[in-house]
Protein backbone atom coordinates (compact mmCIF):
# COMPACT_ATOMS: atom_id res chain seq x y z
CA UNK A 1 0.00 0.00 0.00
CA UNK A 2 1.48 3.87 -0.96
CA UNK A 3 1.83 5.92 1.53
CA UNK A 4 0.70 9.40 0.98
CA UNK A 5 1.11 12.39 2.99
CA UNK A 6 -1.72 14.17 4.51
CA UNK A 7 -0.92 18.29 4.49
CA UNK A 8 -2.02 20.18 7.17
CA UNK A 9 -4.20 22.81 7.24
CA UNK A 10 -1.10 25.77 6.78
CA UNK A 11 -0.01 23.41 4.11
CA UNK A 12 -2.97 23.31 2.09
CA UNK A 13 -3.33 26.86 2.47
CA UNK A 14 -0.05 27.83 1.18
CA UNK A 15 -0.60 25.68 -2.01
CA UNK A 16 -3.98 27.86 -2.67
CA UNK A 17 -2.53 30.63 -1.82
CA UNK A 18 -5.28 30.97 0.81
CA UNK A 19 -5.20 31.92 4.94
CA UNK A 20 -5.83 28.85 6.65
CA UNK A 21 -8.80 30.59 8.05
CA UNK A 22 -10.32 30.51 4.81
CA UNK A 23 -10.13 26.86 4.78
CA UNK A 24 -11.46 26.62 8.16
CA UNK A 25 -14.75 28.61 6.66
CA UNK A 26 -14.89 26.46 4.06
CA UNK A 27 -15.53 23.27 6.22
CA UNK A 28 -17.65 25.30 8.21
CA UNK A 29 -19.81 26.73 5.57
CA UNK A 30 -19.39 23.87 3.28
CA UNK A 31 -18.82 26.34 0.94
CA UNK A 32 -16.24 24.65 -1.37
CA UNK A 33 -16.49 20.78 -1.75
CA UNK A 34 -13.10 20.37 -0.55
CA UNK A 35 -12.30 17.11 1.12
CA UNK A 36 -10.95 16.68 4.42
CA UNK A 37 -9.54 14.16 6.75
CA UNK A 38 -9.93 14.39 10.42
CA UNK A 39 -7.85 11.98 12.44
CA UNK A 40 -9.18 12.53 16.08
CA UNK A 41 -9.34 16.55 16.57
CA UNK A 42 -6.97 17.29 13.69
CA UNK A 43 -7.89 18.12 9.79
CA UNK A 44 -5.53 17.09 6.89
CA UNK A 45 -5.88 17.58 2.84
CA UNK A 46 -4.79 14.84 0.76
CA UNK A 47 -2.80 16.55 -2.05
CA UNK A 48 -4.62 14.72 -4.99
CA UNK A 49 -8.03 16.35 -3.01
CA UNK A 50 -5.99 19.76 -3.32
CA UNK A 51 -4.83 19.47 -6.80
CA UNK A 52 -8.72 18.51 -7.92
CA UNK A 53 -9.95 21.36 -6.45
CA UNK A 54 -8.12 23.82 -8.13
CA UNK A 55 -8.77 21.96 -11.65
CA UNK A 56 -12.61 22.01 -10.82
CA UNK A 57 -11.99 25.61 -10.25
CA UNK A 58 -10.04 26.33 -13.43
CA UNK A 59 -11.25 28.00 -16.34
CA UNK A 60 -10.44 28.83 -19.91
CA UNK A 61 -11.50 32.63 -21.08
CA UNK A 62 -13.51 31.57 -24.02
CA UNK A 63 -11.14 34.22 -26.17
CA UNK A 64 -8.04 32.26 -25.12
CA UNK A 65 -8.55 29.02 -27.90
CA UNK A 66 -6.29 28.83 -30.23
Known sequence: METKKLLSPEEAAAILN???GTLMVWRCTGRYNLPY??????V???MEDIEAFIESRTSEHPGDAA
Open 18 to 20: VAP
Open 37 to 42: VKVGRL
Open 44 to 46: RYR
